[in-house]
């Protein structure tokens, strides 16, 4: 009987038409990463524009390092991507501790790991991407700086992961 082909990796992601922002705190020892669907201060906007904002699953211990997994082969043979791959891990993943997790880490590195190695029970870490194709994200984002009626047209996984607010001033990292 043939063997059933490994199929290509799909991370999902959703699309994103706005500007990226970098603050830093005032002696320039910490950096945030935002999205706004605004335009901001001079002086404070990194990157407008389209992107592709995708979501990666934190490493249990290490919450500064997720995976953005592209395939999901379960210990008893099914390979998923997509919003398959998505759903069974946050729905069905603890359950199958052997099942490996394809994709790449948040810095780019190609990753194989166990389910049994991620947290599922902490917020996926939200990427955003230069566009569909990039391993490599941009930057990490803690928040989205948009008014109601605005957010509303996004994504709602986007907005389900990210705390909102209506303006910059709103928003206070400490």
Same mark, same amino acid.
Request: charged residues 10%; proline residues 0%.
């Given at each position: 009987m043939p063997r059933p082909q490994i199929p *290509? @990796? *799909?991370p999902i992601g959703d699309s994103f038409s /706005? !500007? !990226?922002l970098k603050i830093e705190n005032a002696n320039k020892t910490q %950096?945030? /990463?935002l999205l706004a669907s605004i335009t901001t201060p001079t002086g404070i906007?990194? =990157?407008s524009g389209e992107? #592709? #904002?995708r979501y990666g699953v @934190?490493? =249990?211990g290490k919450p500064h390092i997720s995976v953005v997994p592209g395939l999901v082969? %379960?210990?008893y043979g099914d390979m998923m991507t997509g919003e398959m791959a998505w759903e069974f891990i946050y729905k069905k993943g603890l359950a199958f501790p052997r099942t490996d997790v394809l994709g790449y880490r948040n810095d780019g590195v190609d990753e194989m790991i166990s389910m049994k190695y991620l947290d599922t029970v902490i917020p996926p870490q939200v990427l955003v991407f230069p566009d569909g194709v990039?391993? !490599?994200p941009i930057m990490p984002i803690v928040a989205l700086i948009a008014p109601l009626e605005v957010a509303q047209k996004m994504p709602s996984r986007l907005l389900d992961y990210l705390p909102r607010f209506d303006t910059l001033e709103e928003w206070n990292p400490e």
């Open positions: *290509q @990796r *799909q /706005g !500007v !990226v %950096s945030w /990463g906007t990194h =990157l992107f #592709i #904002i @934190r490493y =249990l082969a %379960s210990d990039a391993t !490599v």
